[in-house]
């Protein structure tokens, strides 16, 4: 148990969850062609689940593995309601205990690029620098118009 939630690993995971937990985030699961494809990625990707002691599953993380010594946080979605409770905290110790004993060296995340000025998103990446993620690159034609923001941690 961490904190308030106990974080479960699962080599497969639940698309229904994930697809429960990004239609309760309309702010930032707006495409419905990128919810589809987390869902199916769920599938296929490590899932990292938050579970609350009454067994309510709150959140969920995928986490790809481009490389050995790199993992890649795909998604990160908690229950609005249990936003700013630590889960998210929590969830990413977890996945980064688990890539530092794989011997996994650094950890990205991608989100929306500061150019675009949704507050939401302002909150996404203050939330990663807040847990050592650094900016690397803001790309444009990764995501169509859309800016994404590169961000990595190392885990050595």
């Not at 067994?55 to 700013?84: K, Q």
Request: glycine share 8%; charged share 20%; hydrophobic share 45%.
């Amino acid at each position: 148990m961490t904190g308030i939630v106990r974080i479960e690993r699962l080599e497969i995971g639940d698309g229904g969850l994930v697809a429960t937990l990004v239609a309760d985030l309309p702010q930032w699961f707006a495409r419905p062609e990128a919810n589809a494809a987390y869902v199916a990625a769920a599938a296929t990707m490590t899932n990292y689940v938050a579970v609350t002691p009454d067994g309510a599953r709150v959140g969920v993380a995928l986490v790809a593995r481009p490389f050995p010594t790199s993992a890649d946080v795909h998604l990160l979605a908690i229950a609005r309601s249990w936003h700013r409770r630590g889960v998210g905290t929590a969830m990413l110790t977890a996945v980064e205990a688990d890539l530092r004993a794989e011997g996994v060296r650094i950890l990205t995340v991608k989100t929306l690029g500061p150019s675009d000025p949704d507050e939401n998103y302002r909150h996404t990446r203050l939330f990663y620098q807040a847990r050592g993620f650094v900016p690397v690159e803001e790309l444009t034609g990764l995501w169509g118009d859309t800016p994404c923001l590169l961000m990595a941690k190392p885990l050595n």
